[in-house]
């Protein structure tokens, strides 16, 4: 990739040193994947808060993605799901509405060893959220070029 | 924090014992985070309720942030899933169409000592909600600011 | 209340014995509750037809509040719980797009004794509705007031 | 009724047997309710493909009432409930939008035993159907008139 | 059909093997369908990523039908299922927005075995979505002519 691209990531406070690792994970591999990226990061209560901050990065226009990272573990309510639910569809609203690529990394989980297994090595989360938002950039400059010499 | 804030606080008046505990600790932190700031409460009948306030006062952009209290137990029936459903979905959506930090403590449980875990010292939903708030008012100036410097 | 008001009571068909129950005792709730109140009642087929008869008339902006009734036993498959949800979810909306107050007490229940008791007298949600109706009505008008004079 | 309506059926021909049975159903009570009804029917290939030719139909303005028709049996994976749920939420959308009635029996079922039963004589959800469009587009009409004499 | 017509598929990356199936298979029915049918192909790196893509190619009018493929197997975590709701949704919403067939055959399933009975010749979805490509848009051409000469 030959221009310098704008990364944001907007994760989430709770469950601090599981996010720590995703964030850690996905700063990293967006700079060795897209060299001199710019990569900022701004952090948030919890998941719920996750969108408004998405919506007002992705509405100045200046990130080629941006990556939302967060843990939420299932307790005994359906608080959990509940928040899960309209962050990810809102998420994608957000996306859709700006033209700009939200990469969804806002792990849910049963208990914390499930969520431990995709925040470290076994699956590495924030790695593959980073890659795919290097991809996703990528991909959209390409429709715009293409399409529109149609 | 130097400049007073404003904070409103919406809450439904079901399980009432309840929602007193979330409101007064709520309520009681935003006072000791944020020094001089206003705090008002609006009292609806049930969460379904709730929205139409929150959004009412969210287009007056008088307040900071909106904290959304309730406690919904789910009985026989799937009343309370559904209650719960739209009422996250519709908090969210009128956090982003203002741009105003909406918090959502409105609790679900199975049952009430469930519930009542939340709302007392072990979880302190309400002064959690209270902290977000602070939290999250702060962050939505701070991009206005850093990202219109670009 | 000083002002004399208007309220709609929008009623589907289905379980009809059960939904007359919650008709009445709204009805009844909303005479006492609101001197002089005028009440009118609309009927649909099922509860999917409540939300557009509710839309409609939110929109003539002549009531003070609009109270969904309905009794959907769920059944065999997955239609009482599809209908439930979409009819949750647009009350929720035409509330909010029209600034009035709508009332959900489309009551779902896995049987018809469980429906029973929320509308006879152990729960009577009727009533419930009514009171619900009459307190966002005026607390709606409150709001109206106060904040515009800030 | 004394003007002649036009009614549009929009069918899925997943399962084919048990979909024609019900649009059969549901033509003749329409002709049996709604003397001299026009009736026209689309056929998609499967549910997901019923909204966007109900919307372009109620776009047009030319029918009473739409009514969807189809049978999903739910198989070992989540694509039946996914289909349906998102098939129900954007017939009620479209109907609101548009201001009219849509009529929903896109059928779900664990098996064809239950949505035979559904089909034929014992619920006969076509007849029904059938019944609830005439209903609503008289319904509608009257609401009309009466909500704009006030 | 006598005009020739231009498909896009839009698949995701994970479980390439299975993908590239569906891929294959709806391609090669695209041309067995659509005699001299130009089909374009985007790959993106997960489902969530799909709907961005069919929304920039939709807002095209190129394409007389767009065609989502995917394969989403069920983990131990909610992701899947509130990927797969949120997809389902926006490819609806998309499908309406720019009245243009939306083909969604994002396979989701409990196990490799049970996604790979619908990706090869038991089910062999790629194909159907293919043939319900072009019935669609065909209808969508049929009624926008005979709705038209009303």
């Known amino acids: 990739m030959s221009t310098r691209r704008?990364?944001?990531?907007?994760?989430?406070?709770?469950?601090?040193?599981?996010?720590?690792e995703l964030v850690n994970s996905a700063a990293s591999e967006l700079n060795?994947?897209?060299?001199?990226a710019t990569v900022v990061l701004y952090q948030v209560p919890g998941a719920f808060e996750i969108p408004i901050v998405v919506q007002e990065l992705a509405r100045t226009q200046v990130y080629s993605a941006i990556i939302a990272l967060g843990v939420i573990i299932y307790g005994k309510t359906d608080h959990g799901r509940l928040?899960?639910?309209?962050?990810?569809d809102?998420?994608?609203r957000i996306s859709l509405e700006n033209k700009i690529p939200v990469i969804h990394e806002v792990i849910t989980a049963p208990d914390e060893t499930t969520?431990?297994?995709?925040?470290?090595?076994?699956?590495?989360?924030?790695?593959?959220?980073?890659?795919?938002?290097?991809?996703?950039?990528?991909?959209?400059?390409?429709?715009?070029?293409?399409?529109?010499?149609?």
């Open 6 to 20: 704008s990364y944001a990531i907007v994760a989430s406070e709770y469950n601090p040193e599981l996010v720590q």
């Open 32 to 36: 060795s994947q897209s060299t001199g």
């Open 83 to 88: 928040i899960s639910e309209t962050v990810t």
């Open 90 to 92: 809102h998420l994608m």
């Open 115 to 150: 969520a431990q297994a995709r925040v470290g090595k076994e699956y590495d989360r924030g790695a593959e959220a980073a890659r795919a938002a290097v991809e996703m950039a990528q991909l959209l400059n390409d429709i715009a070029r293409r399409e529109v010499s149609r």
